[in-house]
């Protein structure tokens, strides 16, 4: 069974805090994404990666950043968090088309 | 316009009702095809992916894919009260990083 993690289930910060969000997969896969679910927006893709040390930006990234130094682990960085983004966060990992999601991390921005 | 276009419902139906979810999208150029499942409060897990037009069956999920008419659905047979969810369709051209595009999602709720 394939296995994603995220460090939290729940997160409250401050405005202006730096927060990190973790997220690790056990299967080896190459690619790993962050995306951000919103109602009536759906889900929107942050940063990806293909490989280690390797990123790419997805539709949002505007306010974000990442980093992936090894393969299973890839980190979703808010450099200065804002209100606008509080959000559901969710991490996937894939093998070829197959994408798999990790349980998510909701974030509370006060 | 958004890219893939999915009714937000709320799709309500009586225990055993067949299930019938849908979406369209405009890029032709899609080539895999996949439903995932969301339980509240949890990630998407996938249920099904087809590549190309054609149906695939698993259990009592049905995926059909109309790549003329740019339109794919799901059916869910002998519907039950654990099938209530929010169901998300979601497409990808086939290239590095492989991407997703997702729907908004529909939510359904099976009524014991």
């Known amino acids: 069974d394939v296995k994603v993690t995220q460090s939290s289930r729940y997160l409250v910060k401050r405005t202006g805090e730096k927060v990190f969000l973790e997220c690790v997969q056990d299967m080896d896969h190459e690619n790993m994404f962050w995306y951000r679910q919103d109602p009536g927006l759906g889900l929107r893709l942050i940063y990806f990666s293909y490989d280690v040390k390797m990123k790419e930006k997805g539709d949002i990234p505007e306010g974000y950043s990442v980093s992936r130094e090894k393969k299973e682990r890839f980190s979703l960085i808010l450099e200065s968090a804002s209100t606008n983004q509080t959000s559901m966060y969710l991490c996937?990992?894939?093998?070829?088309?197959?994408?798999?999601f990790g349980p998510g991390t909701r974030l509370t921005v006060l | 316009q958004k890219e893939v276009e999915q009714d937000p419902g709320p799709l309500s139906v009586p225990e055993g009702a067949i299930v019938s979810l849908n979406c369209t999208y405009s890029?032709?150029?899609?080539?895999?095809f996949m439903w995932y499942r969301q339980y509240s409060r949890k990630g998407p897990e996938l249920l099904m992916y087809t590549y190309s037009s054609g149906n695939k069956e698993d259990g009592r999920f049905t995926a059909q894919v109309d790549k003329s008419s740019k339109y794919i659905s799901l059916f869910i047979r002998d519907s039950q009260p654990s099938d209530s969810a929010t169901y998300l369709c979601?497409?990808?051209?086939?290239?590095?990083?492989?991407?997703?595009?997702f729907g908004g999602g529909t939510r359904v709720l099976v009524k014991p």
């Open positions: 890029n032709s150029a899609f080539q895999y």
């Open positions: 979601a497409m990808m051209i086939k290239a590095a990083g492989n991407k997703l595009t």
């Open positions: 996937a990992s894939s093998l070829d088309e197959l994408k798999f």
